[in-house]
């Protein structure tokens, strides 16, 4: 099976500007995550969808970030304006539900200079 | 807040088995234990879990203590492509309880 796919792979952005990272899961996946992993760090949840609803968003920067998953597939992230400690790999996850194992997209490599 | 300990880092020899620890001593009757890895430049990548008894797949051997307050990955034969970042990570298997990821442990397979 596809496994999940996230665009772009890398981007680089100087602070104060905005970006956005795209997702789509695997087929069928009704859970979709958003991780964070700055350089040297375990990942770390940003926000978790059941199908098109938001479960837990608790570590999300409200201020700056945003996500949506429209039609319980497709999930975009978006940070605007970006800081200098943004810079991170962001990763895409998907489950048939929770709790079952997460599969994991390769992520974006953010620079934010 | 992780609730795993794990050595930073540990070598092993390709084809030897890789013994990978970790420490959760404030595990909770109704958590499990799950193991992800991350190799270079990919996503995490789950490999097994268990509750109380021992389990097995075609990757690794998960086995834990009779108290619950440790476990071990067994990578049987170890090869190269074996080498990356493994996270131990304990957590309930349903609700919005979140996986979080310590530091992990990274392993090295040397030639």
């Known amino acids: 099976e596809a496994g999940v796919a996230q665009s772009p792979r890398y981007k680089i952005i100087e602070k104060r500007q905005s970006v956005a990272f795209w997702c789509n899961p695997i087929?069928?996946?009704?859970?979709l995550y958003w991780y964070q992993q700055i350089l040297g760090q375990g990942p770390k949840l940003l926000i978790q969808?059941?199908?098109?609803?938001?479960?837990?968003d608790s570590q999300l920067p409200k201020d700056r970030f945003s996500a949506e998953r429209l039609k319980g597939v497709d999930s975009t992230l978006k940070i605007q304006p970006a800081k200098l400690e943004d810079s991170a790999v962001y990763l895409c996850?998907?489950?048939?539900?929770?709790?079952?194992?997460?599969?994991f997209g390769p992520g974006t490599r953010l620079t934010v200079t | 807040d992780a609730k795993t300990t794990q050595p930073p880092s540990m070598d092993c020899a390709e084809g030897r088995a890789a013994n990978l620890p970790c420490n959760h001593s404030?595990?909770?009757?109704?958590?499990?234990v799950y193991w992800y890895r991350q190799i270079h430049s990919q996503g995490p990548q789950y490999i097994i879990h268990?509750?109380?008894n021992n389990e097995t797949n075609e990757m690794a051997s998960l086995i834990i203590t009779e108290d619950r307050k440790s476990s071990t990955l067994i990578l049987p034969h170890a090869t190269l492509r074996d080498t990356a970042v493994y996270y131990c990570?304990?957590?309930?298997?349903?609700?919005?309880?979140?996986?979080?990821f310590g530091q992990g442990t990274r392993l090295t397979i040397n030639p």
């Open positions: 404030t595990i909770s009757g109704n958590e499990y």
């Open positions: 990570i304990v957590r309930v298997p349903q609700g919005a309880q979140k996986l979080v």
């Open positions: 969808f059941q199908n098109n609803g938001v479960v837990d």
């Open positions: 268990g509750l109380k």
């Open positions: 996850a998907s489950s048939l539900t929770d709790p079952y194992e997460q599969y």
């Open positions: 087929s069928g996946h009704a859970t």
